[in-house]
Each structure stands twice: as structure tokens, then as C-alpha cells.
Antibody
Framework: EVRLLESGGALVQPGGSLRLSCAASGFTFSNYAMAWVRQAPGKGLEWVSSISGGGDGTYHADSVKGRFTISRENSKNTLYLRMNSLRGDDTAVYYC??????????????WGRGTTVTVSS | DVVMTQSPLSLPVTLGQPASISCRSSQSLVFSDGNTYLSWFQQRPGQSPRRLIY???NRDSGVPDRFSGSGSGTDFTLKISRVEAEDVGVYYC?????????FGGGTKVEIK
């Protein structure tokens, strides 16, 4: 069974940093692209970042470009999201998402339960 | 960016009756490989999103056959043939053809 378990969410002050992790199991992690999608309280879904299976291709939404970095450690079956210069509008539940292939993006077939990031002083 | 416009925003339905959600994109979603990367997701209250349909009309494993997807180019539809109580939630479309990936704003399905 495919499982995605996010962690690292916390209450952080504006301007602060955080690293989210997603532990994957039940599939060959390095064979699949992965993504982060977020959902602000009471709002819809927003794509944040994507990374190819080998980690050589990364993509970020304009709203986070230059502040967030997606990465992965295939030997540990783990996906990361490094978040710097956090702002109030980054407050959201962050979901880890499995894609359909190593360089296949936008399918988002499997979702984790999410981890909550709150940016507030 | 490709704008995904869903309608209606809210959809009150009677149990056992059909329901239809529209999703329109500001550009064609046909990719250079000939595929159209349009997916539909269901988010029940308090749960993570779950994909129902991928590449316009392909139902995911375990998804009841009362859910169907159709459309082409810029105009897509999710249909529920007979709404059940467990179908309550918010439904989103997603385009995976163009960067950045973009979701529709969501349609809330509720029981009358």
C-alpha cells in the first residue's frame, strides 16, 4: 500500500524557516516524481513545487520561487520542502503528493494527510 | 498561467439525482504527446483530496462507476449519475499540461 507521511509543520514567526519532510513507502520512490500542494484555511488547492524522480528537475510556483526549495533523498525514500522567509499567506496545510512516473507531472494520484504550517507572530 | 474556471461554486443536489460540474481552461489542455492532462479530485470534509479521474475520463481504482469525466480542449465535465450521501464535499479540477500546474476554485456538493 502506498503511504505518504508528512511531518515538520509548526507555528513559526514571519521571516522564519521550516523544513517539511514526507516519508514514502509502498512503492519504488526514485521511480516517481513528487509534489507539494497546499491549502490555506477555508480555501482551495494550490500547487507549490514538483520534483522529478531523479531529483534533477524541479519546479516552483511563482508565489514561492526564491523562498522554497523542493528536494528528495531517494536512499531514504523522503521528500523535503525547505521554506525560508515565511509569510502569513504561507499558512496552510501542506500535502505531499505522488505523481504517475519519474518525469510525469500533474497527475497527483496519491496524497498524504498533510502537515500544518502556521506563520504568525 | 492557465486559469481553470469551475462552475457552479455550490451544487445542492437531491439524493439519487444526477449532478454535473463544469471546468473550463483558458488554454487548450492538449499536450504535445496528444494526451490531455485534466484530473478531477474529491475532498470530503476533514479529509485529504482524492483523485477520481485522470486524463479527462479515466477512473481511478476504487472509484464508483457513478463518477464519469468527459470533455476536450478547454471544456470538461465531471458527472455523478446518482448522488449518494458520501459524495458530499468539494470537487476540484487540475490541469497538468502547462506549468505552473493550476487547480480550479472548487465546487461544493451538498445534499438538499
Amino acid at each position: 500500500e502506498v503511504r505518504l507521511l508528512e511531518s515538520g509543520g509548526a507555528l513559526v514567526q514571519p521571516g522564519g524557516s521550516l523544513r517539511l519532510s514526507c516519508a514514502a513507502s509502498g512503492f519504488t520512490f526514485s521511480n516517481y516524481a513528487m509534489a507539494w500542494v497546499r491549502q490555506a484555511p477555508g480555501k482551495g488547492l494550490e500547487w507549490v513545487s514538483s520534483i522529478s524522480g531523479g531529483g534533477d528537475g524541479t519546479y516552483h510556483a511563482d508565489s514561492v520561487k526564491g523562498r522554497f526549495t523542493i528536494s528528495r533523498e531517494n536512499s531514504k525514500n523522503t521528500l523535503y520542502l525547505r521554506m525560508n522567509s515565511l509569510r502569513g499567506d504561507d499558512t496552510a496545510v501542506y500535502y505531499c503528493v505522488k505523481e504517475g512516473g519519474s518525469s510525469s507531472f500533474g497527475g497527483m494520484g496519491v496524497w498524504g494527510r498533510g502537515t500544518t504550517v502556521t506563520v504568525s507572530s | 498561467d492557465v486559469v481553470m474556471t469551475q462552475s457552479p461554486l455550490s451544487l445542492p443536489v437531491t439524493l439519487g439525482q444526477p449532478a454535473s460540474i463544469s471546468c473550463r481552461s483558458s488554454q487548450s489542455l492538449v499536450f504535445s504527446d496528444g494526451n490531455t492532462y485534466l484530473s478531477w479530485f474529491q475532498q470530503r470534509p476533514g479529509q485529504s483530496p482524492r483523485r477520481l479521474i485522470y486524463k479527462v475520463s479515466n477512473r481511478d481504482s476504487g472509484v464508483p462507476d457513478r463518477f464519469s469525466g468527459s470533455g476536450s480542449g478547454t471544456d470538461f465535465t465531471l458527472k455523478i449519475s446518482r448522488v449518494e450521501a458520501e459524495d458530499v464535499g468539494v470537487y476540484y479540477c487540475l490541469q497538468g499540461t502547462h506549468w505552473p500546474l493550476t487547480f480550479g476554485g472548487g465546487t461544493k456538493v451538498e445534499i438538499k
